[in-house]
C-alpha cells in the first residue's frame, strides 16, 4: 500500500507540474511592437539626446524650410541659407523629433489652429513632430500633439494649416538635405598594427603620422 501512495503522490505531482507548464505555454508572449509603439509616445528623460543637422527640401516649393528670425517659418530658403539649417533633436527612441532653426535657436510648433509658430521653449508636445518615411521615399512630419496634422507648405512657400494637411498631399513631403558645405565633425585616425609581445615604443595604439 506505501508503494501504491508513492506512487499516485508521484502522478498527482507530475500532472500538477504538466498543468503548470500548460498555463505557462496559453500565457501569449509580450507584444513587442506594441511596447515599441507605446514608449514611441513617451518623451525619453534619460536617454542621450541624438542630434543631427539638415534641411527640409519642399517638394511643393521646391525651396528649403526656414525658421527666421522674426519668427516666421516658411519654405522659401535657397540651399545652404543659413536660416534653412535645422537642427534635429529626437524626443524618443523612436522617431519623434524637436526641429529648431540652427541660426535663430527658434523650435517649430503648431498651434491649436494648425498654424505654424516659433517658440523659444521647445519642450511642449506641440513642438514635437513624428517622422514618417512615405513609399515614395520622402518625409512626412505629424505633430504629437495634434495627430493627424503635418508640417506643410504651399508652391510659394508659405505654411499651411495642419487641420487642412494629408499624408498624401504633396504639401507635406519632404526631403532631407545636408546643408550645403556641410561636413561631418568626425575625423578618421591612422591606425598602425601592434607585434607581440609587446615594446615600450608600441604602447601608443595610433598615430597622426603613417609609417
Given amino acids: 500500500r506505501t508503494g501504491r501512495r508513492s506512487a499516485l503522490s508521484c502522478l498527482l505531482v507530475h500532472l500538477f507540474v504538466l498543468c503548470l507548464q500548460a498555463q505557462v505555454t496559453v500565457q501569449s508572449p509580450p507584444n513587442f511592437t506594441q511596447h515599441v509603439r507605446e514608449q514611441s509616445l513617451v518623451t525619453d528623460q ?27 517659418i516658411n519654405a522659401m530658403a535657397e540651399d545652404g541659407d543659413p536660416y534653412a539649417k535645422l537642427i534635429v533633436e529626437t524626443d524618443t527612441f523612436g522617431s519623434r523629433v524637436r526641429v529648431r532653426g ?27 513632430f513624428t517622422e514618417i518615411v512615405l513609399e515614395n521615399n520622402y518625409t512626412a512630419l505629424q505633430n504629437a500633439k495634434y495627430e493627424g496634422w503635418y508640417m506643410a507648405f504651399t508652391r510659394k512657400g508659405r505654411p499651411r494649416k495642419g487641420s487642412k494637411t494629408r499624408q498624401h498631399q504633396r504639401e507635406v513631403h519632404f526631403m532631407k538635405r545636408l546643408p550645403k558645405g556641410f561636413q561631418t565633425s568626425e575625423q578618421s585616425h591612422r591606425f598602425e598594427f601592434l607585434s607581440y609581445p609587446f615594446t615600450r615604443r608600441s604602447k601608443r595604439t595610433w598615430d597622426s603620422k603613417p609609417r
Fill in 46 to 72: 534619460l536617454s542621450r539626446r541624438l542630434i543631427r543637422i539638415y534641411q527640409l527640401y519642399s517638394r511643393t516649393s521646391g525651396k528649403h524650410v526656414q525658421v527666421q528670425a522674426n519668427k516666421k
Fill in 102 to 128: 540652427a541660426e535663430t535657436g527658434l523650435y517649430i510648433c503648431m498651434n491649436k489652429k494648425g498654424k505654424l509658430i516659433a517658440k523659444s521653449n521647445g519642450k511642449g508636445k506641440d513642438c514635437v
